[in-house]
């Protein structure tokens, strides 16, 4: 969206951004609004002018291209293993992981309170921002333009996947998992808290579909989600 104060370094940054990538926007106004946040919008008086439809956009088109992918590579794996891999790689975790790493987070206009809270670091932010780039970039320059570079981000992430070596953050892997496949959020429920008060042990169980993961244990509280989370997963994939 074009605007008034549309400066000569922003255009700067913008074009910056776009090389990094080997990318070439039609619309250089549509790749700034991807990284308009919502903050950003309400300090500035236009509600609408966010990225938050960009993301609605981009999250449906990485989605195709990634199904896509999987589905043409790899034959010989079913449909669980397939949405399995899917989960992780359009995760919130791998999505910020990819902002940092072609610049988005230094792309965000943020608001003035989101900024000083370190929202420019936020994984949320910066993966909803991905997705609204990748919304940005289709209707820039169609699909296959887009697609092309969504798989040069995530076919890596695939790969890390497969030879096990992505990070996994098991609470947010189960948590998009189970919402995407089921409709509902993993439950978690703190069974007990053991040990002298210098040295406390959380136990925590995870409910799924009404099937108990656990109790795990940590030294506090998210640590033992964690552990449940990660029990839960690792069932999953085994079964």
């Known amino acids: 969206m074009k605007t008034d104060n549309f400066c000569t370094d922003r255009k700067k940054d913008l074009?910056?951004?776009q090389k990094k990538l080997d990318i070439k926007f039609n619309d250089i106004y549509l790749l700034d609004s991807a990284f308009h946040h919502r903050s950003f919008a309400n300090e500035h008086g236009n509600y609408l002018d966010n990225n938050e439809r960009l993301e609605f956009l981009g999250?449906?088109?990485l989605?195709?291209?990634v199904a896509?992918?999987?589905?043409?590579?790899?034959?010989?794996h079913p449909e669980g293993d397939l949405a399995k891999i899917k989960s992780v790689v359009v995760?919130?975790?791998t999505l910020s992981e990819i902002a940092v790493r072609i610049g988005i987070q230094k792309m965000l206009l943020l608001g003035k309170g989101e900024e000083n809270s370190g929202g420019r670091a936020k994984k949320a932010i910066l993966a909803d921002a991905t997705e609204a780039f990748f919304g940005a970039y289709y209707l820039d320059s169609g699909f296959k333009v887009a697609?092309?570079?969504i798989l040069k981000l995530l076919v890596p992430e695939i790969e890390k996947v497969l030879e096990n070596k992505h990070h996994k953050d098991f609470k947010t892997l189960l948590q998009e998992y189970y919402q995407k496949k089921c409709k509902e959020c993993p439950v978690y429920k703190l069974?007990?808290?053991t040990g002298p008060d210098h040295e406390r042990v959380f136990w925590v169980s995870v409910v799924l579909n009404g099937k108990v993961y656990g109790p795990e244990t940590g030294k506090n509280k998210k640590e033992a989600e964690q552990a449940a989370a990660k029990n839960a997963w690792d069932s999953i994939n085994r079964e």
């Open 15 to 17: 074009s910056t951004f």
């Open 59 to 61: 999250d449906s088109v």
């Open 63 to 65: 989605g195709i291209a």
């Open 68 to 76: 896509d992918y999987l589905y043409k590579t790899m034959h010989d």
């Open 91 to 93: 995760s919130e975790m």
């Open 147 to 149: 697609e092309k570079l």
């Open 191 to 193: 069974e007990k808290i």
